[in-house]
């Protein structure tokens, strides 16, 4: 699945590549993949100009001249821009028509993605219930330390609520957790104020390094707009068979029904 730092990178492409570009039409060939009535939608959206580009968790929203377009590209979402004349195939579930004779194009072979549409001026800083975006300043040791008390969860298992904190998916989550020296399966409920800042400067620091290098193409994630993930070179320990740090053997442990990759000897 796309995690924040692919999201962000999607977005920042898009931007600059079809920002300020006008939609014609829209060819929605899934109507499932849409919040509310599909042919309202494909309404909605015609003559409407792609104005701003943010990203909310995992969420990527375009503000137009009218309304919000709200995107998630859950476990395998694209975005392709393509001339109109190419052929489209089964994957390919809602076309934009463009104003300069390209299409958006949203490929899905699951799809499992969802597209809404909401006001103009839609404030994001609770949709979905999510938490503080993990770049944000209000993602701090003060914030998690409050958040965790009283609980006992796997700290694999926090770091994957979005509720907690918004954007982080499996593979950073164990990438934080090996920067952090601690072991997936450990109760949140058993860690120092020391071990929640450590938590919460690799948070920063990894998906800003991710962000920095395009973000990760491990598994089926690809940016599919020119743009190469790099950060999989960078992995400590997800998908590894070896610690990049010490050379022991990875451990894998199903956590919450997610393989999470570890190093039993640099992670207590």
């Not at 076309?95 to 799809?111: G, P």
């Not at 949709?127 to 609980?151: C, T, V, W």
């Not at 994957?160 to 164990?174: P, R």
Request: net charge positive; aromatic share 8%.
């Amino acid at each position: 699945m796309p995690e924040l730092p692919e999201v962000e990178t999607v977005v920042r492409t898009l931007e600059k590549q079809i920002r300020d570009e006008e939609i014609l039409g829209v060819d929605v060939r899934y109507a499932k993949m849409i919040e509310g009535d599909a042919e309202e939608f494909a309404e909605a959206l015609v003559h409407e100009h792609f104005r701003t580009f943010e990203r909310r968790g995992k969420y990527l929203i375009f503000r137009m001249d009218h309304v919000t377009l709200v995107a998630h590209l859950r476990m395998e979402g694209k975005f392709y821009i393509m001339d109109d004349a190419e052929p489209l195939n089964r994957h390919m579930h809602v076309i934009f028509q463009l104003h300069n004779h390209k299409q958006l194009r949203y490929h899905d072979t699951r799809k499992f993605g969802r597209m809404c549409i909401l006001p103009l001026e839609y404030d994001f800083t609770h949709y979905k219930n999510l938490g503080p975006e993990p770049l944000s300043d209000a993602f701090n040791a003060d914030y998690m330390h409050q958040y965790i008390k009283n609980r006992k969860v796997p700290l694999k298992t926090l770091l994957l609520e979005q509720e907690f904190t918004a954007g982080i998916g499996n593979i950073y989550a164990d990438e934080i957790l090996a920067a952090s020296h601690l072991r997936p399966g450990r109760s949140c409920a058993r860690i120092t104020r020391k071990d929640e800042e450590n938590i919460v400067n690799n948070t920063k620091m990894i998906l800003s390094a991710a962000i920095a290098a395009g973000g990760t193409t491990i598994r089926s994630y690809t940016s599919s707009l020119g743009v190469t993930g790099r950060f999989q070179l960078n992995c400590a320990v997800h998908t590894k068979k070896t610690c990049a740090i010490c050379g022991s053997a990875i451990k894998v442990k199903t956590i919450g029904g997610r393989s999470s990759y570890y190093c039993p000897h640099c992670q207590k």
